[in-house]
């Protein structure tokens, strides 16, 4: 029983882990003089590092003594790949919030410049800046390039999350776009 | 092991199913406590139950183990579904981009029609102001208790990481 006990406090910690590690690594990144870089890349390499150590910790400590067969081995790193990978995604879209949501955009800058109008608000998120700074993001993030003069794609990868996201909307009777 | 795996992946595909049914048959309000009651209250009963029903044979362990990876599968699912109840502009103009490839899209047609400023950050004023994290105060916006609480767990979040107060947008 010690070994589930080691394995739900190896489960429940890994999300500090990537956290202290993603910081570690963008100070390191830093260092090297790659500002540039988006922090969501960093925060996927700081989560593969994590991943070899919480794989690790939980065979050494868990796994080996509470699994009796093969079927069991499997079972139990297909847990600690799943409970990893979902406190990963659940990061990830903690950082992306901090990073795209407006929401989010719109209270930091309350909490640091104090009271703001409506009007300024409205001026210093204006439709035209998001779209330029999302742009620039998409390049940075390979998603995006220019070539004479026109945008065009260089991944499918977020127009196949936009296919997916539009498939279970469809599935939850949602509407599908507010266009 | 074995029943770790399973009684967690049952809990999460059962609570998946209800979600389904439930969005599929009433009309959706308050989005965001009705995930929270299906995927986070709703297990700890049935936890419970099962619990109940088999103690002396299967440890409270087990079901603790259960129970986590049940969270981390529905907090990934809640995060998701931000996603998918939402806009977002990102994907939007790579769509309209791929519906134009392989020639592409010069920079003045890739925004739709529906970025405007109050589909924008005017909608998200809005609901700020309606979820009450931010509230008026002689027309000038300032943040509430609750509001300066999340403010602040991401601004402490963002100097951890070494990374800008204010992220570009």
């Given at each position: 029983m010690n070994g589930f006990r080691a394995l739900g406090a190896v489960s429940v910690s890994a999300p500090v882990g990537i956290c202290v590690a993603h910081a570690v690594l963008s100070r390191v990144i830093r260092y090297w003089g790659?500002?540039?870089?988006p922090p969501q890349f960093v925060a996927l390499g700081a989560a593969a590092i994590v991943l070899i150590a919480v794989t690790w910790v939980s065979w050494s400590t868990a796994l080996r003594y509470v699994c009796e067969s093969r079927l069991d081995v499997f079972c139990g790193i297909t847990y600690v790949l799943l409970t990893y990978g979902g406190f990963s995604w659940c990061y990830f879209n903690v950082l992306n919030a901090s990073e795209t949501s407006l929401h989010v955009h719109i209270m930091t800058s309350l909490l640091i410049e104090g009271g703001v109008s409506a009007k300024e608000l409205s001026r210093k998120y204006s439709a035209k800046d998001m779209i330029e700074s999302r742009i620039e993001r998409m390049i940075a993030l390979g998603q995006l390039m220019e070539r004479d003069g026109c945008f065009v794609l260089r991944s499918r990868t977020l127009v196949v999350v936009g296919r997916v996201i539009n498939g279970w909307r469809k599935i939850l009777r949602l509407r599908l776009s507010p266009g | 092991m074995q029943s770790v795996l399973y009684h967690a992946l049952e809990l999460f595909g059962l609570c998946l199913g209800i979600h389904v049914l439930v969005w599929r048959t009433c009309p959706v309000r308050n989005q965001g406590i009705r995930l929270g009651l299906i995927f986070l209250v709703l297990p700890v009963f049935a936890l419970g139950a099962g619990f109940a029903a088999t103690v002396g044979e299967i440890q409270w362990l087990t079901w603790g183990l259960g129970y986590v990876l049940h969270f981390a599968l529905s907090g990934s699912y809640i995060f998701f579904y931000t996603a998918v109840s939402g806009a977002s502009p990102s994907i939007a103009i790579l769509e309209r981009v791929e519906n134009n490839m392989p020639h592409g899209l010069r920079r003045s047609d890739l925004?739709?029609?529906?970025?405007?400023d109050a589909r924008l950050s005017g909608a998200r004023r809005e609901n700020l102001l309606a979820t009450g994290f931010i509230r008026q105060s002689d027309g000038v916006l300032v943040l509430s208790l609750r509001g300066w609480l999340i403010a602040m767990c991401f601004l402490m979040f963002r100097r951890f990481l070494g990374l800008p107060d204010v992220a570009k947008g």
């Open positions: 790659r500002r540039s870089f | 925004v739709p029609e529906w970025f405007t």
